[in-house]
Each structure stands twice: as structure tokens, then as C-alpha cells.
């Protein structure tokens, strides 16, 4: 056992909702969700407040008022969160260099080999929740293991402000008695067809074999079948690629007109673009979202050979995919755009090759 990894997820508790309450003492202690508000939008994050009355984040602001009337819906601050979050990075370097952040709020860290030689990953742990604290008054859950999968899982144990430890031997009973819907990497839909098929816990998970999984699931089956085991090879990874670059925008009131969605795109290129610069994301493929009065939501996609790094050309294409399908353009309530399919060696906008000089 002695070549087995020592990981640590770390994971903020209701992040967005905890600065919000850190930064306005007014807020605290109340059911507060951030987001667009009642009319429009979803939740980003609510408060342990919240979630006491079933308020969950991706949950449109209309359900979430009517489970709590009196939930206070704050607008988000993102350049704060970012702010926060490099704060918070930035502890996880005095630890490790093997840092893979998932999100603003939540990191895999490899401690195996670590800066201050210390021999028990629990004890990191302990000492980088402390100094989050410490630097932001916020608090964090942190899950230990011997991989990512099970370290995930762990986190969430004792949320909020809390610490789970899963060593090797206990990995067998913790996994049989996880619900499948608990499972990370087992959506609700995945979640639904496996409780058809009996698959409750992860117990039941264990009877099925590979072949059977990969024959239900596809490729995800073989996934399926290794946590089942507690098996998970994948390493933590700190340059992990960027694979899209993404401004959407629910709107305030549904737009019926198409000279008004043209006016919409050009505000979310003007977000889109001065993004794109600042993370040096550049991608072959735009893709314009759209949803309409009924919910129905539709993508529509166009690519070039060469990656897109011109702000004339972004607009352009944004424009003519809004005109190609301008018989779609009904009461529409969301509208976002997407740079994806990035090169590894970038050219140019002519689709000429950069070459080093």
C-alpha cells in the first residue's frame, strides 16, 4: 500500500453565498441565493439558510422563491469570487504544485510529495481548511483518499466546514452504502435508468459485471464498474486545458424582435471577447445558445479552419447565426455565445501558422 496517493479535495461551502454573507453582515444568518433574481435566472449558490428549504443551485428563481418566500436574492460579484479564489490557490501552492482546480470554489491537490515533507495527508488538510479560515474568514470541507474519486466523495460527508477521511481499508464499505445517485460522475438521468435496473447503492453496482455496464452505459460503464471497487487511476492534473470559453445571459424580459437579439449579441460579444483575450482562449468553433418562452433550448454552431481571434470576425458570424435561424428567434428568454475547439499551436486569424521567431 505504500505507493498509493494521498489527495485532498477541497471544496468551499456555499461559496458565492458565504462572501456575500462575509462581505454583508446583514445577510448573515439569512436565506439568501445568488443569482438573477425571482423573475429571471437560476441560483449559482444558496445558503445553508436556503437549502434548508429544498433551495439548490441551477434552480430557477421562481421555484426557489416559492419553497422560501423570504429568500433575499443577491446579484453575483464575480471579480470578487475570482479574487477570493487565488487567495485561496494561493495556499494550496505552500503545500504542492500538483493543484487541478475544478472550479472557483473546489480543487483536487496530490500531496504525496509535499513542500513541508509533512507524512500525513489529513494533517494538510487540516492546516489548509485553518488557513483559509484564517486569510478569509470562509470555511471549507475537505475530503482525503488515495484518489480523486473517493476524495470527492469524502468532501461532501460532513459539509459544511468539515473533514472525512477515507483510508484503503474503509474504501469497500463507505462505497457499497453510497446512494447511486451520490455517485460522482452519475447524473440524474444515469441515476434514474441504474435504480431500473436495481441499481440502488453501490453494492448493487458491484454484482454488475464490466461487460454488462459498458453494454448499458457505454465508454462511462467502464468508469462505472472501477468506483465501484474504489478504483480510480486518474492523476491530478494542474494544467488542465481549457476546453471552451462561454458569456450567456438570461434576459429581463423575453425579446420577440429580432433588431433587439442583434443588439443582445452585441452586448455579450463585448463581454465575450475582452475574456477570450485575458485567458489567451482561442477556439475554431462559435456556438450560439439560445432558449426560448417554453424552455426549448437550441445550439447552433459554426467552425473554420483556423482559430477565431479577430473581434470583428466573432461578431460577424455571432450575427449571421442569429439571422440563419431567425425563425427559431421567438420570445427568446436566454441568449450565449461559446469559443470552443481550440489548437494546441495556435494561428492566426488568416489561418496562417505562428511560428516562432
Not at 461559496?15 to 456575500?20: I, L, N, P, Q, R
Not at 424580459?253 to 452585441?266: R, S
Request: aromatic share 10%.
Amino acid at each position: 500500500m505504500s505507493d498509493l496517493r494521498k489527495i485532498i479535495h477541497i471544496d468551499m461551502d456555499a461559496f458565492y453565498a458565504s462572501v456575500e454573507q462575509r462581505d454583508f453582515p446583514e445577510l448573515r444568518g439569512k436565506a439568501i441565493a445568488v443569482g438573477g433574481g425571482e423573475k429571471r435566472g437560476v441560483t449559482t449558490t444558496a445558503s445553508y439558510e436556503a437549502r434548508k428549504f429544498g433551495v439548490r443551485s441551477a434552480m430557477p428563481g421562481w421555484q426557489a422563491i416559492k419553497l422560501c418566500p423570504e429568500l433575499i436574492f443577491v446579484k453575483p460579484r464575480f471579480e470578487v469570487y475570482r479574487e477570493v479564489s487565488r487567495q485561496i490557490r494561493s495556499i494550496f501552492f505552500e503545500y504542492t504544485d500538483l493543484v487541478e482546480p475544478m472550479a472557483l470554489d473546489e480543487a483536487y491537490l496530490d500531496v504525496t510529495v509535499n513542500k513541508k515533507n509533512m507524512a500525513i495527508a489529513t494533517d494538510i488538510a487540516k492546516e489548509i481548511r485553518q488557513k483559509i479560515y484564517d486569510v478569509t474568514q470562509l470555511t471549507a470541507s475537505a475530503g482525503v483518499s488515495y484518489n480523486k474519486f473517493l476524495a470527492k466523495m469524502a468532501s461532501g460527508v460532513q459539509k459544511p466546514n468539515g473533514l472525512t477521511v477515507i483510508k484503503p481499508h474503509q474504501a469497500a464499505a463507505f462505497i457499497e452504502n453510497l446512494a447511486i445517485e451520490k455517485f460522482y460522475g452519475v447524473g440524474k438521468v444515469t441515476a434514474s435508468k441504474m435504480q431500473g435496473f436495481g441499481i440502488h447503492k453501490g453494492s448493487d453496482l458491484l454484482k454488475w459485471s464490466k461487460t454488462d455496464l459498458v453494454s448499458l452505459f457505454g465508454k462511462a460503464g467502464h468508469y462505472y464498474y472501477d468506483i465501484a471497487r474504489g478504483i480510480d487511476h486518474r492523476t491530478v492534473e494542474p494544467d488542465r486545458p481549457r476546453k471552451s470559453y462561454a458569456v450567456e445571459r438570461t434576459l429581463d424580459e423575453n425579446l420577440t424582435q429580432l433588431n433587439d437579439i442583434h443588439d443582445y449579441i452585441d452586448g455579450i460579444v463585448d463581454k465575450l471577447y475582452p475574456g477570450l483575450k485575458k485567458s489567451q482562449y482561442f477556439g475554431k468553433t462559435l456556438t450560439l445558445k439560445f432558449r426560448d418562452r417554453h424552455f426549448v433550448t437550441r445550439t447552433r454552431s459554426v467552425s473554420r479552419t483556423y482559430v477565431l481571434e479577430s473581434e470583428h470576425e466573432i461578431r460577424a458570424l455571432s450575427h449571421q447565426l442569429v439571422n440563419e435561424n431567425a425563425d427559431l428567434m421567438k420570445d427568446i428568454r436566454l441568449l450565449g455565445l461559446t469559443i470552443s475547439n481550440a489548437l494546441e499551436t495556435k494561428e492566426g486569424p488568416s489561418g496562417q501558422m505562428r511560428l516562432p521567431l
